[in-house]
C-alpha cells in the first residue's frame, strides 16, 4: 500500500526534576545541600531511510514520545540525559505544523532534523543556597519538552515527471527508458501508485523519472487519481507531457494537452510554468496529418519541444532521453522547502507562557497561571526558605503587583490550582 499523507503526534521528553538532598558525612558538620540537576529530555530527530519509499508505517502508529530526563542525585550528581528519539522517514517528506500548516522541515538530505526539542533539567537545591539561605528544601522541576501535531507528507524527488491522460504509455515508456517494472494494461488507471526509475543518459548522467498515475479532467479539484499524487510533481525540474497522438480512444490530443496543462495550473500555477518537453506517444498508430497537426500546435502555438515517439517499440525513446539529459543540465537543482518562520499565533503563544489571569470570586482571587503548575509542585510548605523562593517568583512575574493593584488586602485568600493561602505583603 502507497501512503503518502499522514498526521501523527510528536513529544520530546521533559527535563529531569532537580534534586533536593543534603551531604551527609562522618566529621563533616553541616554539609549543606548538595542535590544535583536534572538530566535533559530527548529530541525528536527525523532522518531519511532510503530503504522507504512510503508513509505507511505511521498510519498505524501514531504517537512517537521520547523518553523524559533522569531526576538528579546526592553528591551534586547530574540526571541522566534521555536519548534522542530518531523517527526514519522516505526521502522527500516534508513535515508541517499540523494547526496551521507551516513547514517545519524538508528531509531531502542525509542531514537529521531536530523538530521538537527535549526540555531541560530542573536545578537541584545546591543551585539556590546563599548566605543567607544556607539549607534550601525545594528545587526546580524539568521543563517540559515541545510537542506538536504533524502532518508528514511525501513528495517525490524526481528530475521529470511524466504527466498526462490513462493508458496514454506512460507506464510503457518508463519500463523501455529505465529498469522500473510498471504494472502495464491495456485499461485506465493501471496505475495506482507513483513509480520511480532511473534513466541511464551515458556511462557519467543519468536521472531520476517519475511515472505519475493518470490525470483526467477535474483532477485538481480530487476527480480520479490526480488530486493524490499531483504533489509529487511539484518537486520536478522537467515535466513531460505524454499524449496519445493517434487519438485511439477517441480523444484530440490537442484537447489532452490543454486538459492537463489547465489541471496542472489549477493545482499550483508554478508547477504549470515549469519547462516542458512534449512526447507524441503511438506514432506508429498515428496518420502522418495527425502527427503534423500535433507537432505544429506544440511547437509553433506552444513553443516546446516536441518529440514523435512509441514506447511499445522503443521507437524514438533514445532521442527523447538525450533530449531530457542536455535539457536538465540547464535546470536548477530539485525544489527543495524551507523551514517558515514562526507564525503570529505560535510566536503569541511562546510570549504567552508568563502571563496570567487573576479574577475574584466570593473575596477569593483565583490566579490562572499554567508556567507556577510545575514550580508549585516543588514547593515545600513546611519549609520557610522554600516558601520564600515561592513568593519571590510571585513577586518577579509581576503576580503580586497586580494582586495589590485590584486591591487585595491582608489576610485575603489567594487560590493558586487548589493551593489555598492567605496574602501576606
Known amino acids: 500500500m502507497f501512503v503518502d499523507k499522514v498526521k501523527i503526534y510528536i513529544k520530546a521528553g521533559d527535563g529531569g526534576d532537580g534534586a533536593v538532598s543534603f551531604h551527609r558525612e562522618k566529621y563533616v558538620a553541616a554539609g549543606g545541600p548538595d542535590g544535583g540537576n536534572g538530566g535533559k529530555g530527548g529530541n525528536i530527530v527525523f532522518q531519511v531511510d532510503t530503504n522507504l519509499s512510503t508513509l505507511l508505517d505511521f498510519r498505524y502508529h501514531k504517537k512517537y514520545v521520547a523518553k523524559r530526563g533522569e531526576n538528579g542525585g546526592a553528591k551534586r550528581c547530574t540526571g541522566k540525559s534521555a536519548p534522542d528519539l530518531v523517527i526514519k522517514v522516505p526521502r522527500g517528506t516534508i513535515v508541517r505544523n499540523a494547526k496551521n500548516g507551516r513547514i517545519m522541515a524538508d528531509l531531502s538530505t542525509d542531514e537529521p532534523q531536530i523538530l521538537a526539542k527535549g526540555g531541560n533539567g530542573g536545578r537541584g537545591n545546591c543551585n539556590f543556597a546563599t548566605s543567607t539561605r544556607q539549607i534550601p528544601r525545594f528545587a526546580k522541576p524539568g521543563f517540559p519538552g515541545e510537542e506538536f501535531e504533524v502532518i508528514l507528507e511525501l513528495k517525490l524527488l524526481a528530475d521529470v515527471g511524466l504527466v498526462g491522460y490513462p493508458n496514454v504509455g506512460k507506464s510503457t515508456l518508463i519500463s523501455v527508458v529505465s529498469a522500473a517494472k510498471?504494472?502495464?494494461?491495456?485499461?485506465?488507471?493501471?496505475?495506482?501508485?507513483?513509480?520511480?526509475?532511473?534513466?541511464?543518459?551515458?556511462?557519467?548522467?543519468?536521472?531520476?523519472?517519475?511515472?505519475?498515475?493518470?490525470?483526467?479532467?477535474?483532477?485538481?479539484?480530487?476527480?480520479?487519481?490526480?488530486?493524490?499524487?499531483?504533489?509529487?510533481?511539484?518537486?520536478?525540474?522537467?515535466?513531460?507531457?505524454?499524449?496519445?497522438?493517434?487519438?485511439?480512444?477517441?480523444?484530440?490530443?490537442?484537447?489532452?494537452?490543454?486538459?492537463?496543462?489547465?489541471?496542472?495550473?489549477?493545482?499550483?500555477?508554478?508547477?504549470?510554468?515549469?519547462?516542458?518537453?512534449?512526447?507524441?506517444?503511438?506514432?506508429?498508430?498515428?496518420?502522418?496529418?495527425?502527427?503534423?497537426?500535433?507537432?505544429?500546435?506544440?511547437?509553433?502555438?506552444?513553443?516546446?519541444?516536441?518529440?514523435?515517439?512509441?514506447?511499445?517499440?522503443?521507437?524514438?525513446?533514445?532521442e527523447l532521453v538525450q533530449a531530457i539529459g542536455a535539457k536538465l543540465t540547464e535546470l536548477p537543482p530539485i525544489l527543495q522547502y524551507e523551514p517558515e518562520p514562526l507564525s503570529a499565533e505560535e510566536l503569541a503563544e511562546a510570549t504567552e507562557k508568563g502571563t496570567f489571569e487573576i479574577e475574584v470570586e466570593d473575596g477569593v482571587y483565583y490566579i490562572d497561571a499554567k508556567f507556577l503548575e510545575p514550580i508549585l509542585r516543588t514547593v515545600n510548605l513546611d519549609d520557610y526558605s522554600s516558601l520564600q523562593y515561592f513568593q519571590k517568583v510571585l513577586r518577579s512575574s509581576g503576580i503580586i503587583d497586580k494582586l495589590e493593584e485590584m486591591g487585595i488586602q491582608e489576610g485575603d485568600t489567594v487560590n493558586l490550582y487548589g493551593f489555598e493561602f492567605d496574602f501576606v505583603s
Do not use: W
Open 182 to 318: 510498471p504494472k502495464i494494461a491495456n485499461y485506465h488507471f493501471t496505475t495506482l501508485t507513483p513509480v520511480l526509475g532511473v534513466v541511464q543518459c551515458n556511462a557519467e548522467s543519468s536521472f531520476v523519472m517519475a511515472d505519475i498515475p493518470g490525470l483526467i479532467e477535474g483532477a485538481s479539484d480530487g476527480v480520479g487519481l490526480g488530486h493524490a499524487f499531483l504533489r509529487h510533481v511539484e518537486r520536478c525540474r522537467l515535466i513531460l507531457h505524454v499524449v496519445d497522438v493517434s487519438g485511439s480512444e477517441g480523444r484530440d490530443p490537442i484537447a489532452d494537452y490543454e486538459t492537463i496543462q489547465q489541471e496542472l495550473e489549477r493545482f499550483n500555477a508554478d508547477l504549470a510554468a515549469r519547462p516542458q518537453m512534449v512526447a507524441a506517444n503511438k506514432c506508429d498508430m498515428a496518420t502522418e496529418e495527425q502527427i503534423a497537426a500535433f507537432r505544429n500546435y506544440i511547437e509553433q502555438e506552444k513553443g516546446l519541444p516536441f518529440f514523435c515517439i512509441s514506447a511499445a517499440t522503443t521507437q524514438g525513446t533514445k
